[in-house]
């Protein structure tokens, strides 16, 4: 991993169909994205040289163009394409894989009707979200909430969407913690700032499944692995009050993984076997270890 800045690292970038050098891949300052945030991406992840479920992100990133009213010009399979032969131009193996679309700068101000829609992919090295995941991380509780359904296209992975989440996890380190747990518009337990949750109960699984909530791959691969071991999912509302009554929480999502969490303010948890077990089987699915 190198902690170069973004802007300035060897390498090529494929941008609106070809490669260029890293350090040349600009868009103009008035570029419709930069001002209202009009983009959308996705955060994919190769292992050993193959990226996990890529046809659902690019899907997904085709999907979140639609929502926020505009096209991609690439199908899902010119996506699929575009991630892997910028990952094998990467010369990386394991790596994250950031495929993303936006308006560009024909027009300025709300309107951009007419704004050509470029698409890039970029590739880098990135381990562990989160530093000695295993020993589990703290969360605080965000003072943002996620918004109600009708405010936002929420099932977008929009990049002005996660303004909040920069905040909260900005507030949640400046406290000491490693992330922070929002709740949405109704005061339900909604995700953390870049991951849906899961609990643990007498040996089964709970997640919420707020209407507000991204159709998670991440979430949907974990709901799998646990059919595999035939662990009881209850997938419904939950509520801040219910935090005391869990034994073990973890967060899931392509960047985090599956990561323990071992507190949500004072509320202590300890990741047991389930929880282990399912770190094991994610990274066994991934890796090409485990069929479902």
Same mark, same amino acid.
């Given at each position: ?7 300035? @690292? ?19 300052? $008035?570029?419709?994205? $930069? ?10 992840? +190769? ?32 996506? =699929?394409?575009?991630? =892997? ?6 010369? $990386? ?28 992919? +970029? ?138 969490? @071992? ?30």
């Amino acid at each position: 991993m190198t902690d170069a800045a973004f802007h300035d @690292r060897d390498g090529y970038i494929w941008m609106d169909g070809e490669f260029v050098d890293w350090r040349d891949a600009k868009i103009h300052v $008035l570029t419709h994205a $930069l001002h209202y945030g009009s983009g959308v991406f996705e955060g994919d992840r +190769a292992y050993d040289g193959e990226i996990f479920a890529l046809t659902d992100h690019s899907a997904r990133l085709v999907n979140s163009g639609k929502l926020l009213g505009f096209d991609i010009p690439y199908s899902v399979e010119q996506i =699929n394409t575009a991630c =892997n032969e910028t990952l094998a131009k990467s010369g $990386l193996s394991s790596a994250y894989v950031r495929p993303f679309a936006w308006r560009g700068s024909e027009q300025m101000g709300v309107a951009a009707q007419n704004n050509t829609i470029h698409m890039a992919v +970029a590739v880098w090295a990135w381990g562990d979200y989160f530093e000695d995941k295993m020993k589990g991380i703290t969360l605080c509780m965000a003072e943002w909430r996620r918004p109600a359904p009708e405010t936002i296209p929420c099932k977008a992975k929009g990049a002005g969407l996660y303004m909040i989440c920069t905040l909260s996890k900005h507030t949640a380190a400046a406290k000491g913690f490693d992330d922070a747990l929002m709740l949405d518009y109704k005061g339900r337990i909604a995700e953390c700032t870049g991951a849906h949750i899961f609990f643990v109960r007498d040996g089964e699984l709970h997640t919420p499944t707020n209407d507000i909530l991204l159709d998670g791959i991440t979430h949907k691969t974990v709901l799998a692995l646990a059919k595999h071991r035939g662990i009881q999912v209850h997938a419904r509302d939950i509520w801040p009050d219910e935090l005391a009554t869990f034994s073990e929480c973890f967060i899931v999502g392509t960047a985090a993984e599956i990561t323990p969490v @071992r507190s949500i303010e004072a509320q202590k948890y300890t990741p047991g076997d389930l929880t282990k077990n399912m770190v094991d089987d994610y990274d066994r699915l991934v890796r090409r270890k485990l069929k479902l």
